[in-house]
């Protein structure tokens, strides 16, 4: 089994999404597990959302706005009257309808419940799309499979139970799921802590017992320094775990710090 993640400027705009299946094509698309994360900026979005709605002020305007990107990406990927666009509003007003009938004052847990949906819609997006381009998969709700504490926003992974729920897993099947969310023992959503969709892919990598994990980026690989911010940067071609922990854990954003240790 092969493990495939996009992280959020992979899965921006139509163009890239395309790129997506096109990286999939050459890399051979089966067996494999596609871990994707919000589309874009969403994951932001969706925090104005959360700190809109314990603020007491407007927080219907940002869900929108956050619908009508997912529907713009959309229109560039399905034909009109695709099931998808039904299904992005349905999504959203279930959003609000959660939000309407909360009675949680518990931040976190509000958090958790409503940034989760970038990686839930943004998967739907992209194996519906996969599946339009005869790209045979199964969508994942990765939440029935990375079970965590109920930490909010950085949930603690229960290896034991995880471990048992992805090795259930069909290593025949190709599968689109999300990255960043778990869930706790009562099935409620958990995030793992910003920009955790790597680690989520080296869940499942562990997991699966998989051959290779690739995490997709809009860098040519691992580079000796940002190069958004240091020029002559150079690309490694081959860097051992403990060098890649190392560089993680000081803060090279190219990989999030928790990915290495499974
Ligand atoms: P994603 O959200 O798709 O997972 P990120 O934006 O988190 O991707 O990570 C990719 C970014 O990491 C690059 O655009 C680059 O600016 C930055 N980066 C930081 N340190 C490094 C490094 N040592 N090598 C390559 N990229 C790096
Ligand atoms: N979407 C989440 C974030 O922006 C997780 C990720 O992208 O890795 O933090
Ligand atoms: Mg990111």
Known sequence: MKIFKFGGASVKDAESVKNVAFVLESEGFENCL???????????ALEQVVHNYFDKVNYQTEIEKV??????????LFPKG?????????????????????KSPNYNFVYDQVVSCGEMISSKIVSEYLSDIQ?????????????TDSNYREGNVNWEETQKKISALDSQTCYVTQGFIGSEANNFTVTLGREGSDYSAAIFAYGLNADAMTIWKDVPGVMTGDPRKFEN???????SYEEAIEMAYYGASVIHPKTLQP
């Open 67 to 76: 619908k009508q990107m997912h529907l713009e990406i959309s229109t560039g």
């Open 233 to 239: 940067v150079s690309l490694i071609s081959t860097i």
């Open 82 to 102: 695709h099931a998808v666009f039904a299904e992005i509003s349905l999504f959203f007003s279930d959003l609000e309808s959660f939000l309407r009938r909360n």
């Open 135 to 147: 790209f045979k998969n199964t969508w994942l709700d990765a939440r029935d499979y990375i079970k």
């Open 34 to 44: 596609v871990v994707v994360s919000a589309m874009g900026k969403t994951t932001n």
